[in-house]
Every structure is written in structure tokens, then in C-alpha cells.
């Protein structure tokens, strides 16, 4: 997505970054516990790990002069992506305690998802409603009956995926970007999803979510998509609990 990039921070930048990820890690199980106090929903949502598209466009930002996308369809999750989520599971705590597991279907959010509610011991779910934006080629995803084949323990139902290729543009090759991208110039290998589909999507992402009878949900996604609906900023592998009632799809921030 727009925002997946990692680079070189200064230790103020990193030790910063720690003192916010405890605060909103203490916060969080505040939420956690006052919402079972009083029988509100909630909702934990994670955001993925490193990905290769993230350690890619570290090298080359997304809108640089001369960018072009690196092609990295369906981009995993690095070895300190991984690590990363193996940490987030083991220091997650009560902020991890959900009936239901949800995804999007793009890789490195199920690898993500599966390392990090591994023991949750609950119903694991994928819905492309909570794919990325497609702002690049990473946010391109596999077709349904390989993600099956890949994550026996993910239930894809036949309603929520129609179709095998489930992103935006969908089928088995990329959509050619539009002559009148909206993304900045650059050469990009698909078409970028457009931000009144994208917030459309998110709408019937949260509709969704309502409609479910879980009281405690983990949706495990994306920069964009958490952006698009709390209006704050995720770094790779951050976790926050929140109320349900609490997502909303934002037009007064940039994603």
C-alpha cells in the first residue's frame, strides 16, 4: 500500500515509537476490559507485518521521480515480517482474546494473522472486503482455490468470494492502469482501485462486521484500510483494541 515502506529511523524516532506502541497497548486492554464490563463490541485490528513490497519501496518510495512499481504480486511477509508477528503473539496478551478471526485474504495479512491468534483457538475467517486499497502490484492477490489450498484452516465462503479473482480488476492478469491514474505519475504495473470504490468496499466491510454475533473480533489488514477507518496511522505488526462502534469510513484524512 501507499504507506508500505520501512527505512532507517534515528534511535529518538525508535524509542518514540515503543513509548507509543505500550501506551496503545495499555490503552487497548483498558478498552478490552471495559468493554466486557459493559457488553460492548470490539474490535482488534492488526496490521501486517514487513512485507517484501515494504522493504521495496524502502529503496524506491511510492511517488519518488521515476517510480516504478517492483511488481511483487501478493507480496509476503520477510523473515523480520514474520519474526515480527511471532513477537506481536507473544506479547499481545489479553488485547489478542477474540471469538473470531478475520483477514484479509492477501498473503501477508494471512501469514500475519496466523502467526499472531495461533493459539486463539476460534473460528479463522477471510473476506476480500478488507483487502488493501490497490494502490500497487502487492495489493494484487492469488486467485480463492489456491488461498484454500494454501490455508486449510481459513474458511473463503463461496458468498463472500464470487468470484476466483477477488481484487479489484480482478482476473488472472493486471488491469493496465487508466490514462487518467489518480495515483502519482510513475509506471505502474495494475490499476489503482479508486477511492469511491475503495471507501464502498469499507462501508460494506463494517456493515459486515455489525451484522456478525461475535462480541470480540480480531480483522487482521492494512495500512489503507485501518487508516480509511479510524484515521490513524498503523506501523507493521501494531495492535490496538477498539469498539466497534468506533470504525467509520473517514473522508477527512489522506490514505
Request: aromatic residues 8%.
Amino acid at each position: 500500500g501507499i504507506r508500505d515502506s520501512v527505512g532507517s529511523r534515528g534511535l529518538g524516532d525508535v524509542y518514540k515509537r515503543q513509548v507509543d506502541n505500550t501506551f496503545h497497548m495499555r490503552l487497548a486492554i483498558l478498552i478490552a476490559m471495559a468493554a466486557t464490563a459493559t457488553g460492548l463490541r470490539s474490535v482488534v485490528l492488526v496490521r501486517h507485518g514487513i512485507s517484501e513490497m515494504n522493504v521495496a519501496l524502502a529503496r524506491q518510495p511510492w511517488g519518488s521521480p521515476g517510480f516504478a512499481d517492483p511488481d511483487i504480486r501478493d507480496a509476503p511477509l520477510t523473515p523480520e515480517g514474520l519474526a515480527g508477528a511471532e513477537r506481536l503473539r507473544g506479547t499481545i496478551g489479553d488485547v489478542g482474546a477474540v471469538d473470531l478471526v478475520v483477514s484479509s485474504p492477501l498473503t501477508r495479512a494471512l501469514q500475519t494473522s496466523a502467526a499472531v491468534f495461533r493459539d486463539a483457538g476460534v473460528p479463522a475467517v477471510a473476506t476480500p472486503l478488507a483487502a488493501e486499497r490497490c494502490y500497487l502490484s502487492s495489493d494484487v492477490g492469488a486467485p480463492v482455490g489456491a488461498l484454500r489450498r494454501a490455508w486449510p484452516r481459513v474458511a473463503f465462503a463461496e458468498d463472500d468470494f464470487p468470484e476466483p479473482c477477488w481484487w479489484y480488476g480482478g482476473g488472472p492478469a493486471y488491469a493496465p492502469p487508466p490514462a487518467d491514474d489518480w495515483r502519482p505519475p510513475g509506471r505502474y504495473a495494475a490499476a489503482g482501485e479508486p477511492v469511491a470504490d475503495f471507501r464502498a468496499r469499507l462501508a460494506t466491510l463494517v456493515a459486515w462486521l455489525e451484522a456478525r454475533d461475535e462480541r470480540s473480533i480480531a480483522l487482521t489488514c492494512h495500512w489503507g484500510v485501518i487508516a480509511a477507518l479510524t484515521g490513524e496511522s498503523f506501523e507493521n505488526c501494531e495492535a490496538r483494541r477498539l469498539p466497534l462502534s468506533a470504525l467509520r469510513v473517514r473522508e477527512d484524512v489522506a490514505y
